[in-house]
C-alpha cells in the first residue's frame, strides 16, 4: 500500500513539474524596458544598436518567463539633430529582441524620443537659439511587445 501511495505521489509531482514547464508568455506581451546606460542623440546614427533591458519580472500564471534586467536589443532608425529656431533632436528606437536563459526573442515596437525645443527662441526669431537634443535616461521605462511566444524554462 504504501509502495503505491509513494508512486501515485511521484505521478502527481511529475504532472506538478510538467504543467509548470509548459507555461508559455502569449505573443503580443507588453513587457517594459529601460536603457542600461543614457541614450543621446549626440552622437549617434541610423542604424546603431542600443542596449537595453527588461524594467520588472514578466510572468504568466505567477511563472516568472522573463527576469528583470534581461537583455535587450534595439536600432536606431530614425534621427533628426538639434537645428536652429528651437527644433529639438528626435530619434526611434526599434526593438528587435529580448534575450532569456541565453536565447533571443523577437521583439516588436518602437519608441520616440524627443528633446524639448527652444519656443522662445523660435518665437523671437532668433537663428542662434537651438533645440535640445533627444535622450533617454537609464530608469525611464517605455512599453515594447513581444513578437513570438516564450516558453518558460
Do not use: C, W
Not at 12 to 23: D, L, R, Y
Not at 51 to 59: F, K, P, Y
Not at 112 to 127: C, H, I, Y
Amino acid at each position: 500500500m504504501r509502495m503505491m501511495f509513494a508512486a501515485a505521489l511521484a505521478v502527481v509531482s511529475a504532472s506538478a513539474v510538467a504543467q509548470q514547464a509548459v507555461v508559455t508568455l502569449p505573443m503580443d506581451t507588453i513587457i517594459q524596458v529601460t536603457p542600461v546606460t543614457e541614450i543621446t542623440s549626440i552622437d549617434m546614427k541610423v542604424g546603431d544598436s542600443q542596449m537595453l533591458q527588461v524594467a520588472a519580472d514578466v510572468a504568466e500564471n505567477g511563472v516568472v518567463i522573463i527576469p528583470r534586467g534581461s537583455p535587450v536589443k534595439a536600432t536606431i532608425t530614425y534621427r533628426t539633430g538639434k537645428g536652429i529656431g528651437g527644433k529639438s533632436a528626435k530619434f526611434e528606437l526599434t526593438f528587435n529582441t529580448v534575450t532569456v536563459h541565453g536565447k533571443a526573442y523577437a521583439l516588436k515596437g518602437k519608441h520616440r524620443q524627443e528633446g524639448r525645443g527652444n519656443t522662445v527662441g523660435a518665437l523671437l526669431g532668433s537663428m542662434f537659439i537651438t533645440g535640445k537634443s533627444a535622450v533617454m535616461v537609464s530608469g525611464q521605462a517605455v512599453p515594447a511587445f513581444t513578437a513570438e511566444a516564450i516558453p518558460s524554462v
